[in-house]
C-alpha cells in the first residue's frame, strides 16, 4: 500500500500556520537565510540542478524560467516576482491548502525567487472567494515584516523586497499568466499575444517571474536541503514530490501529497478504493483542460513526460474518478459548457469554437444521423481552435474530446 511522503505539507496539523513562530520553529526561513548566502546565480543553478519543474500544469523547468528572467533587459529598473494563486481549474484545490495551513512555507520561496531573479517587487494575485487564503496570506506577510524576513535589509544582507496581495474576480481565464498580469495591472482579463513572455516583459512592461503556489512551495526546501535530497524523491526526469487532488468516485476525496511517479491505481488505493466497490471506468486527468484515460492507464506512471507521451497530462494534479455506470458524455459536455461560459470573447476561434462545441455535443445526445463523422468533425474544430486561438482556454477542448474519443468513442456515438 502507498503511503504520502509529505515534505511541501509536513507541518499541515503540526503547527499554527498563523503562528510565524511555530514555522520557525519547525525549520522555517531557513531557506532564506541560506540563499542570501549564496549569489542569486547561485539559488538558480541549485533549483535548476534539482530539476524542479513547475507545478501549475506546465512542467517548464523553474530554474531555467529564473534564468531566463534574471537575464532579460540587464538594465532595466525593475523586476517581479508575481505568484499565480489563482487556481481556477476545476477539481484543483492544492493551493488553497498551502495557502491555509503553511502561507509561510510558499512566502518564502517567494522571497527566495525574489532574490534569485533580484526583484524588489512581488504580487500575489489569489482568486477573491479564497477568504481564509486571502486572511492568512495576509497575516503571514504582516508578521515576515515584523521579523525582517520582508522589507528593507532583509536579514542584514542589503537586499529589499516588497509584496502585497492583488484579488481576481474569478475568472478561469486570468489562471494563464499574461492574463493574469493584465488584471494585475487593473486591465480586463483578457489575453495577450506571446511572445514577448513574461520574463521579456511582464508586469508594467518589466521582466516577471511567474511562479504557481505550489511550485514556490518547493523552493525553500531544495535550497535547505539541497539537490541531491530533491533529487532522490520522484524520478529522474520528474524530481520531487506532487500533491495531487482527488474527487469523484472515491471513499476518502481529498488531497495527498506524493513521490513523482505514483500510478492512477495507487492514487485511487490512497484515496480509500473506488466508492461502494464499484469498478473504474474513467478518470480526468487535469480538470476541465484536461484528458480522459480509460482503464489501460491505471498503471503508467503520473509524471509530466510519461502521461505526455501516452497523449495524456498532468496538469495541476487534479483527479477526477469515474465508476462503471457514470457518463463520459455528461463530464465531456460540462468541461465544453465551462469553456463557453469561461471565453474572454477575445479571439474568434474562441469565442465562436467553444459555442458550436457545445451546439454539437448537444447533437451527440439528441439523435445526429451520423454521430461518429460529428465528433470526428468536433475533434478537427477543436484542433483548429488550439492552432489559432490567443490563449491556453481555446487551446483546451481538444484534450478533453480527442482523449474522451480515444478512450470511449462507443459511448459517445450510442448515448
Given at each position: 500500500m502507498i503511503k504520502e511522503t509529505r515534505i511541501i505539507l509536513k507541518n499541515i496539523g503540526k503547527i499554527n500556520p498563523e503562528s510565524i513562530d511555530d514555522y520557525i520553529s519547525a525549520g522555517g526561513y531557513k531557506g532564506l537565510e541560506k540563499a542570501l548566502g549564496l549569489k542569486p546565480v547561485e539559488?538558480?543553478?541549485?533549483?535548476?540542478?534539482?530539476?524542479?519543474?513547475?507545478?501549475?500544469?506546465?512542467?517548464?523547468?523553474?530554474?531555467?524560467?529564473?534564468?531566463?528572467?534574471?537575464?532579460?533587459?540587464l538594465k532595466c529598473p525593475q523586476r517581479y516576482v508575481v505568484v499565480n494563486a489563482d487556481e481556477g481549474e476545476p477539481g484543483t484545490f492544492k493551493d488553497r491548502v498551502i495557502m491555509e495551513q503553511d502561507p509561510h512555507l510558499y512566502l518564502e520561496g517567494t522571497i527566495i525567487a525574489a532574490w534569485a531573479i533580484q526583484a524588489t517587487k512581488g504580487y500575489i494575485y489569489i482568486r477573491a472567494e479564497y477568504y481564509e487564503s486571502i486572511r492568512k496570506t495576509q497575516k503571514a506577510i504582516e508578521a515576515a515584516y515584523k521579523k525582517g524576513f520582508l522589507g528593507t535589509n532583509i536579514l542584514g544582507s542589503g537586499f529589499d523586497f516588497d509584496i502585497e496581495i492583488k484579488l481576481g474576480a474569478?475568472?478561469?481565464?486570468?489562471?494563464?499568466?499574461?492574463t493574469m498580469l493584465e488584471s494585475l495591472e487593473g486591465k480586463r482579463g483578457n489575453p495577450r499575444i506571446k511572445p514577448p513572455f513574461p520574463a521579456e516583459k511582464g508586469v508594467f512592461g518589466m521582466p516577471t517571474l511567474v511562479n504557481n503556489v505550489e511550485t514556490l512551495a518547493n523552493a525553500p526546501l531544495i535550497i535547505a536541503n539541497g539537490k541531491e535530497w530533491y533529487r532522490s524523491l520522484g524520478t529522474e526526469?520528474?524530481?520531487?514530490?506532487?500533491?495531487f487532488t482527488i474527487s469523484g468516485q472515491v471513499n476518502k476525496p481529498g488531497y495527498f501529497e506524493v513521490h513523482m511517479g505514483v500510478t492512477l491505481r495507487q492514487l485511487i488505493e490512497l484515496a480509500g478504493g473506488m466508492k461502494n466497490g464499484?469498478?473504474?471506468?474513467?478518470?480526468?486527468?487535469?480538470g476541465a483542460a484536461g484528458t480522459f484515460v480509460g482503464a489501460s492507464m491505471l498503471d503508467e506512471r503520473m509524471t509530466y513526460d510519461n502521461l505526455k507521451e501516452k497523449g495524456a497530462t498532468l496538469g495541476s494534479g487534479a483527479v477526477i474518478i469515474m465508476a462503471e455506470g457514470d457518463s463520459v458524455y455528461d463530464i465531456l459536455h460540462n468541461c465544453l459548457r465551462f469553456f463557453r461560459h469561461e471565453s474572454c470573447g477575445k479571439c474568434v476561434p474562441c469565442r465562436v469554437g467553444t459555442t458550436q462545441l457545445v451546439s454539437e455535443a448537444d447533437k451527440l445526445r439528441n439523435g445526429h444521423p451520423d454521430k461518429k463523422s460529428l465528433l470526428v468533425r468536433m475533434v478537427k474544430q477543436s484542433e483548429i481552435m488550439a492552432a489559432?486561438?490567443?490563449?491556453?482556454?481555446?487551446?483546451?477542448p481538444?484534450?478533453?474530446?480527442?482523449?474522451?474519443?480515444?478512450?470511449?468513442?462507443?459511448?459517445?456515438?450510442?448515448?
Open positions: 539559488v538558480i543553478d541549485e533549483l535548476l540542478e534539482a530539476g524542479l519543474r513547475g507545478r501549475g500544469g506546465a512542467g517548464f523547468s523553474t530554474g531555467m524560467k529564473q534564468k531566463f528572467t534574471s537575464e532579460s533587459c474569478g475568472s478561469y481565464l486570468c489562471g494563464e499568466e499574461l526526469r520528474s524530481p520531487g514530490t506532487k500533491i464499484k469498478p473504474f471506468k474513467a478518470g480526468l486527468l487535469g489559432t486561438s490567443l490563449c491556453p482556454l481555446g487551446q483546451s481538444v484534450l478533453p474530446l480527442e482523449s474522451a474519443g480515444r478512450y470511449f468513442e462507443q459511448e459517445l456515438i450510442t448515448i
